[in-house]
């Protein structure tokens, strides 16, 4: 075999085998930290209220009116064929 061949081998599998090592640590170092530092699952957020009033935050039937005279107007429906249930604020 030519030598540069035979380096070129040797060099690849040298390459290879430090790959692979080092993912071979990085297995077991998560290993260990997962052991280490658990995860805590954060608490379920509370339920909110269906309804709420407009001095608590809530959304105000003159909002609520608008929303359905734009939505009527956007899709050329009449305000009458829309119910809106519920608005989440972003």
């Given at each position: ?30 290993k ?22 407009p ?24 305000p ?11």
């Amino acid at each position: 075999m030519d030598s540069t061949v035979l380096t070129s081998l040797i060099v690849s599998c040298i390459a290879m085998a430090v790959i692979f090592i080092v993912l071979v640590i990085l297995i077991y170092t998560i290993k260990l930290l997962v052991h280490l530092i658990p995860y805590v699952e954060p608490p379920a957020p509370k339920a909110k209220a269906k309804t709420a009033s407009p001095a608590s935050g809530g959304t105000s039937p003159a909002i609520v009116a608008a929303i359905t005279a734009a939505m009527a107007t956007h899709q050329g429906k009449s305000p009458q064929e829309f119910h809106i249930t519920q608005i989440n604020p972003k």
